[in-house]
Structure formats: structure tokens, C-alpha cells
Nanobody
């Protein structure tokens, strides 16, 4: 079992920055691919970025160049640095932990943190 707790969301103006954090419980954190997803009002949840246990990253096209995912395996933390925020970045941001082991998918989600970009 993995429990995920996001923090760092809030209200910012366009062009400003935020850093989201996700704290994970458990001692197998480094085995999981970690990800950030977001869900805007009236839309489906979508990928923002993922990072594997080895540090390989993957970004949605809308995230490239402005958002950076990172992880600290020693502290069981995942970060999402968001720069040059736009109103369309407004959403609930969710942390995800995923791994496949012996054919079983382990897939965990946090409760989400609200990010609002508005002037």
C-alpha cells in the first residue's frame, strides 16, 4: 500500500510559478513510476508528467518547457515545478504511483490539490 498526499496548490496570477509536492508513504517508493495528472472542471483527467524509478521523464505536450517533474527517493517525495502558469493550467492536480509486479498493477492516487491561475 502507498498513500500519497499532495501539497503546494493555491491561487496565482498568470505568469507566476508554483511547486507542488507529493509525499508518499511506504518503503517501496523507489520502485514506482510517479506521475502528476490534472483534471479541469468539466474535463477528463489528463497526464501532466511522469518519472520512472530511474529518473526518466515523460511530459504531455502542454507541459513541455514550463513544467518539470522531479523525485527524491531518499525522502519519498515527488515535485512538480510549474513556471509561467496560464489560466488553462487551472485544475486539480493529482499525484499517482504506479508499478507492475508479477503481472499485478499497483495504482495509487492522492486526494489532489487545487491550482487556480487567475488575474
Amino acid at each position: 500500500q502507498v498513500q500519497l498526499v499532495e501539497s503546494g496548490g493555491g491561487l496565482v496570477q498568470p505568469g507566476e510559478s508554483l511547486r507542488l509536492s507529493c509525499a508518499a508513504s511506504g518503503n517501496s517508493f523507489m520502485l514506482y513510476t510517479m506521475g502528476w495528472y490534472r483534471q479541469a472542471p468539466g474535463k477528463q483527467r489528463e497526464l501532466v508528467a511522469t518519472i520512472t524509478s530511474g529518473g526518466t521523464t515523460n511530459y504531455a505536450d502542454s507541459s513541455k518547457g514550463r513544467l518539470t517533474i522531479a523525485r527524491d527517493n531518499a525522502k519519498n517525495l515527488v515535485y512538480l515545478q510549474m513556471n509561467s502558469l496560464k489560466p488553462e493550467d487551472t485544475a486539480i492536480y493529482y499525484c499517482n504511483a504506479k508499478r507492475t509486479i508479477f503481472g499485478r498493477l499497483d495504482d495509487y492516487w492522492g486526494q489532489g490539490t487545487q491550482v487556480t491561475v487567475s488575474s
